[in-house]
């Protein structure tokens, strides 16, 4: 890339690049979930260790108490953060430096910073995987098409996997940049550029859509053995879910071959985001307010007659909810995004993770009313 297009560059972009911001939303991630972890424990009461398990359900050796995960959770996330924070500032130090004379700047410099995000992701990943066996595991049976281990390591699965979904469009950023690392690592604009050459056109909607892959295959692999026929409708049903978000990918791939864009992907986008909504009331926080199955009715109940939260916290966590997943329908109708370029995009990503913040907060009092009490919260 030249000096002129350089210039044009936005400013955001060069002061967070977007793989750069991709490894601070993961560590922000890990923030809000540390946070989650010792609010649910110490001011809720919540019993976590019944609820994420850290050791084989049928090991020898006694499961961690909730003090013990939350300690551990802290330890690791404070040792990630002293790795790449300061890791994150040099690599954007020298970003500058190199934009302000790239003619100037060595080959070998310019690659060894455009390859430091990648760096930095690997290393938090390993250093995750290494802290925790359970994590380790659970993500190489994840990435074995989509594994998932029954009940009582489930719920282990479900939130990482769930949470990845939340990590998608991050994801295709990161692909972005992984496109033109693969393909031009010494371009000096390798990290701030959503230019993706032809050979790798798609490669970033490759990366992108992989979460909800691996979610439809774990809701097929839980058809399969499942051994009620409410399990197999909730199994099937959960399936198709995740596989609204494949004709949303068809069409983007469409629109970028043809240049336009088709409204048809609206209206996929808005049965993806009020089916999802309904199934995170109903389904995952087990709410009745939607729920119009036999057993709901029988119910009769908005809520739910166990609760850990105050009842306005469940009304707040619904609208924020639902409104999230809708905030493309502003941006649609007015004709313009909330924000401008680059910190637009940031604002999606942030909003995406919050949702799925609230989400585990929600999912987690479910698990633990279930655990308490005869009353079954639906899986």
Known sequence: MDNKHLQKANEFAIDFPIPQRVVALFLAGLWLWLWLLHVLSKTFNIDLAKLI????????????????????????????????????????LLLHKTLENPLETPAWLVCLINISPLCQLIATFAVLLSWSPMLCRCFKHILKFGDIESRP???????????????????IDFGIYLSNLLTNPDDVACMITRNVSPPLLNFDLLIGVTPATIRLLQSLREWRRSTSSHEARCSIFNALKYACNLPILVCTVVARASGGTSTNIYWFMLANSLYGFWWDLTMDWNLGVFNFSSNGMRRNEILRSQRTYPRFFYFTAAVIDLGLRLIWLWELFAGGSV??????????HCAEIFRRWLWIFMKLDAEACKSMGPEKAQE
């Open 153 to 171: 390591l489930r719920n282990n699965y479900i939130l990482i996997s769930d949470t990845m979904t939340s990590f998608a469009k991050p994801m």
């Open 339 to 348: 924000f401008v370029g680059e910190l637009n995009f940031l604002f999606q």
């Open 53 to 92: 398990l850290t050791h084989d359900p049928y090991d020898i050796h006694p499961q961690t108490s909730s003090s013990k995960l939350v300690d551990s959770t802290r330890k690791c996330v404070f040792r990630i953060t002293k790795i790449i924070l300061p890791w994150y500032v040099i690599t954007v």
